[in-house]
């Protein structure tokens, strides 16, 4: 299994931009997870999905941030506009089920300038 | 509500030093607990975990004991290498919730 994939590794932006940022889960996997991790404020759930249905998204920081789950291999989040305090690395994790072990991508490296 | 507290970093030690990051949780029912480490430039990946109260966990050198009577899950590792150099994060999850995740300790490891 390729595991999961996120793209792109690396986002530059100016300010106010629209960002999109982009996960394929493992096959199979009903739960998909968006993190955000700075230096200050470590590693923070934003949503997840159980079976593309968001369930919790209460750490979505405001309006401008949004996720889709549009079928069971595809997610985004999509930043509108963009910020320089969102500048930040995006993590996109899945597991079978919520309370199970999550499988990490690699990142989104985001810098808006 | 359920949480998760780990040491302070960073950690800094010498290479063949025994290592030990605390971790301790407050948690409803029975929860599962973990241990994932994040290298460099990585997302994180699992390292151990423990589903019920006295189990121990290991893998790679480390090792980590599900202890009830005080709500912890120490992560040990008796000597560490430079290659050992991450973050470490203690995690729990409980009766259908999502993974629970500590702030994170930072390791280094110098030759």
């Known amino acids: 299994d390729a595991g999961v994939i996120q793209s792109p590794r690396h986002e530059v932006t100016e300010m106010g931009q629209e960002v999109t940022l982009r996960c394929k889960p493992i096959s199979g996997h009903n739960s998909l997870f968006w993190y955000r991790q700075t230096m200050m404020r470590g590693l923070e759930l934003l949503i997840y999905?159980?079976?593309?249905?968001?369930?919790?998204d209460s750490g979505m920081p405001e309006d401008r941030f949004s996720a889709k789950m549009p079928n069971a291999s595809f997610s985004t989040l999509k930043i509108q506009p963009s910020e320089p305090r969102d500048s930040a690395v995006y993590f996109c994790a899945s597991s079978l089920v919520a309370k199970n072990i999550q499988y990490f991508g690699a990142g989104t490296r985001l810098s808006v300038l | 509500g359920n949480s998760v507290t780990q040491m302070e970093g960073p950690v800094t030690l010498s290479e063949e030093a025994f290592l030990t990051i605390n971790c301790t949780y407050t948690a409803t029912g029975y929860p599962s607990l973990f241990w994932y480490v994040q290298y460099p430039g990585e997302g994180l990946q699992l390292l151990l975990k423990a589903t019920k109260a006295d189990d121990k966990g290991s893998n790679k050198g480390f090792e980590a004991t599900y202890r009830k009577e005080t709500t912890s899950f120490h992560l040990e590792k008796g000597s560490v290498q430079v290659s050992d150099s991450a973050v470490y994060f203690c995690?729990?999850?409980?009766?259908?919730?999502?993974?629970?995740f500590g702030p994170g300790t930072s390791l280094s490891v110098i030759p």
């Open positions: 995690a729990l999850t409980s009766k259908g919730d999502k993974v629970i």
């Open positions: 999905f159980n079976n593309n249905v968001p369930i919790d």
